[in-house]
């Protein structure tokens, strides 16, 4: 009987032996997570079709959730490499902070991306410091937002004005870029409640080529309006791509309304708009690790949308797999 239950049962030694497997294991985990995945910077690239039937090809770089610390040489380095993409235009979709002293640091990173035309709106991160916080709240889609100090927004703002990106925040902006026309419009921060949309509600230029909206989370009250009032894409940021993810299945939150589906990359956002979210390049001082979700920026070619979609606001299915490369 007792030659039994030692076969039946582990000894001592042997759930020993299986503790110090899964806390090594984890233990790899955290190391790669923190020290190199976090660090693992890349470039994605997407193809959309999203511009009106007849427009030039336009080459945009999304950047978003830099969540800059003043000592993070190697992020600053790779982000000064960005402008080696020749991008026509670029966007920046929040979250840019998370110090004090950051903000020489952000527009030293931007290099000679500030001399090409440039888009912008804030997130949270750029109005108030991160603090600590217990990590199952982000799997509560309401929860009691923790604010930290206000950082200086007004300095980053003042800097990328001055060299020519424009605000979006609650007003459109129409401009030309590449022998594209643009009617591109946005909304402050979502997440902490600050998105006026009525500000700008209504149609785009019928005229334009390319008609933009641009906000940081990705909530889908914000983007249904966006949607209604007929925009081609809807840029945004703010999930970290759900930043740890699991093999297989993804992210676990998005730490916003949207669907873990849209949580990074292309999707179809209604008939007509697309969205794209981006993974953004960092993370919060307090939750230094990503898996399975690299940081990232990324290079969308825009593209003339098939004309049987402008017309009805339906494409082929075999057209979008194609082209947004799925």
């Given at each position: 009987m007792v030659s039994d239950l030692s076969r039946r049962f582990p000894n001592r030694s042997?759930?020993?032996?299986?503790?110090?497997?899964?806390?090594?294991?984890?233990?790899?985990?955290?190391?790669?997570?923190?020290?190199?995945?976090?660090?693992?910077?890349?470039?994605?690239?997407?193809?959309?079709?999203?511009?009106?039937?007849?427009?030039?090809?336009?080459?945009?770089?999304?950047?978003?959730?830099?969540?800059?610390?003043?000592?993070?040489?190697?992020?600053?380095?790779?982000?000064?490499?960005?402008?080696?993409?020749?991008?026509?235009?670029?966007?920046?979709?929040?979250?840019?902070?998370?110090?004090m002293k950051s903000v020489p640091a952000v527009v030293q990173s931007m290099g000679g991306l500030l001399a090409r035309p440039g888009l912008f709106v804030f997130g949270s991160n750029d109005y108030f410091a991160p603090k600590p916080k217990n990590p199952m709240k982000y799997f509560k889609k309401e929860h009691r937002r923790v604010l930290g100090a206000p950082l200086p927004w007004a300095d980053?703002?003042?800097?990328?004005?001055?060299?020519?990106?424009?605000?979006?925040?609650?007003?459109?902006?129409?401009?030309?870029?590449?022998?594209?026309?643009?009617?591109?419009?946005?909304?402050?921060?979502?997440h902490l409640q600050r998105d006026r949309y009525d500000t700008i509600a209504g149609p785009?230029?019928?005229?334009?080529?390319?008609?933009?909206?641009?906000?940081?989370?990705?909530?889908?009250?914000?983007?249904?309006?966006?949607?209604?009032?007929g925009y081609d894409l809807v840029l945004?940021?703010?999930?970290?791509?759900?930043?740890?993810?699991?093999?297989?299945?993804?992210?676990?939150?998005?730490?916003?309304?949207?669907?873990r589906s849209r949580v990074k990359g292309p999707s179809r956002w209604g008939a007509h708009t697309r969205l794209h979210v981006s993974a953004g390049v960092g993370t919060s001082p307090y939750a230094p690790a990503r898996f399975c979700c690299r940081p990232e920026a990324t290079l969308l070619t825009l593209v003339p949308a098939p004309r049987e979609e402008t017309t009805s606001g339906r494409g082929s299915a075999a057209v979008e797999s194609a082209v947004l490369g799925r």
């Open positions: 042997t759930l020993n032996r299986a503790a110090l497997a899964t806390a090594g294991a984890a233990a790899l985990g955290v190391g790669y997570a923190s020290l190199i995945e976090r660090n693992a910077f890349a470039l994605r690239e997407a193809t959309m079709p999203v511009l009106a039937p007849g427009s030039a090809t336009l080459r945009v770089l999304h950047i978003s959730d830099l969540h800059m610390m003043p000592n993070q040489k190697l992020k600053q380095n790779w982000l000064r490499e960005l402008d080696r993409l020749d991008p026509d235009l670029v966007v920046n979709t929040g979250d840019n902070l998370s110090h980053l703002r003042a800097a990328f004005t001055e060299r020519g990106w424009l605000d979006v925040t609650h007003v459109h902006r129409e401009l030309e870029v590449a022998g594209v026309r643009i009617d591109a419009a946005g909304v402050d921060d979502p785009p230029n019928p005229l334009a080529q390319l008609k933009l909206g641009i906000t940081h989370s990705p909530e889908p009250r914000v983007l249904d309006r966006f949607a209604d009032d945004a940021g703010h999930t970290h791509g759900g930043q740890l993810c699991l093999p297989f299945y993804g992210a676990l939150v998005t730490n916003c309304q949207l669907d």
